[in-house]
């Protein structure tokens, strides 16, 4: 048997897969049945202080190495999501990692405070969602405005560790985690997706009503190796990494990359039995490489 536990900033996994928000929405029941099915802590989508409707439709499209979603954030508000987030803490059975987003410094505050009421392991500040501001306004595009949304959340919330969602978009990505831990971050999440487009050439249209996207899924592992290990050499938090993982062999590359934990996003949808699999996989590698544990995996220099 080998060993898949790990932790982050003190809250245990029996395995490293963390569901990436989004994915499976904010409804408890989803959270849960990604926990029953293998996940080692799961996230919730991110939720604002009041509703957001999100854009409208086409929102997503799926080729088999990517995908493109341009959803918009669209989610119930904090109230709503109290109770779905205090019944996944209750029942899961693994942690779980409340996700919120903001348009304001202020707003990244008071949204974690409240979702601190209902106790989730860990809160991520989704500051990297890329269809949501004007190109290149993201919190994450510069260390100035991520550190200053950590240190408004922190000042708030004392006693949940927190996560720095960051974008690979940038030239240095090490150098804002770096920023962020300075300013208390206990946890970095990377990344989220990429910035993309996709055209339909009989219609002479954006395939996105929205044009532009976020890309996921496999075509995004290079470059979340690189952005992982880019934050490992500036940054010594631990990291929930992730960006097209969709196999254990894909779960090692991003370990040694420097990833303390594992997200899973769009691999929901190309596997059956994602976290089922990628743990079986990566079990299966660590066995055939005489690894007993995940700390036994060295980090690539
Ligand atoms: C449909 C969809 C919705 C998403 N919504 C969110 C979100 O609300 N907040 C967030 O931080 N990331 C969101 N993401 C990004 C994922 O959490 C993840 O960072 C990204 O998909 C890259 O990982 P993957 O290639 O494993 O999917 C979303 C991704 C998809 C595909």
């Given at each position: 048997m080998v060993d898949l536990s790990t932790s982050l900033a003190g809250v245990k996994m029996k395995n490293p897969l963390v569901l990436a928000s989004g994915i499976r929405g904010n409804n408890a029941k989803l959270l849960i049945r990604a926990a029953k099915e293998g996940a080692g802590a799961v996230t919730s989508k991110s939720c604002s202080?009041?509703?957001r409707e999100g854009h409208v439709n086409p929102t997503a499209i799926a080729a088999?190495?990517?995908m493109l979603n341009a959803i918009g954030l669209s989610n119930p508000g904090v109230e709503a999501e109290l109770g779905e987030i205090q019944e996944a803490v209750a029942h899961a059975g693994v942690p779980i990692i409340a996700s919120v987003y903001a348009d304001s410094v202020e707003n990244f505050a008071a949204a974690a405070a409240r979702i601190s009421s209902a106790k989730p392991a860990i809160i991520e500040l989704d500051i990297s969602c890329p269809n949501v501001h004007k190109e290149g306004e993201m919190f994450s595009s510069n260390k100035e405005a991520a550190s200053e949304v950590t240190r408004a959340v922190k000042a708030k919330v004392k006693n949940i560790p927190i996560s720095v969602k960051l974008s690979?978009?940038?030239p240095d990505i090490g150098s804002i985690?770096?920023?962020?831990?300075k300013s208390g971050a206990d946890i970095i999440t990377a990344i989220n997706t990429m910035p993309a487009m996709c055209i339909d050439i009989r219609a002479k249209k954006a395939v996105l009503a929205n044009q532009y996207g976020g890309m996921s899924g496999p075509a995004l592992l290079p470059i979340a190796l690189r952005a992982v290990h880019s934050i490992r050499?500036?940054?010594s938090l631990p990291i929930i990494g992730g960006g097209g993982v969709t196999s254990g062999e894909d779960a090692v590359a991003m370990i040694?990359?420097?990833?303390?934990?594992?997200s899973i996003g769009s691999a929901v949808w190309y596997r059956k039995d994602a976290f089922?699999?990628?743990n079986m996989e990566m079990s299966q590698f660590m066995k055939?490489?005489?690894?007993?544990?995940?700390?036994?995996?060295?980090?690539?220099?």
């Open positions: 202080l009041m509703p088999p190495t990517y690979a978009n940038v985690a770096a920023e962020c831990q050499k500036k940054c040694m990359a420097g990833a303390t934990a594992v089922g699999e990628i055939a490489e005489n690894y007993h544990k995940l700390s036994e995996i060295k980090l690539i220099e």
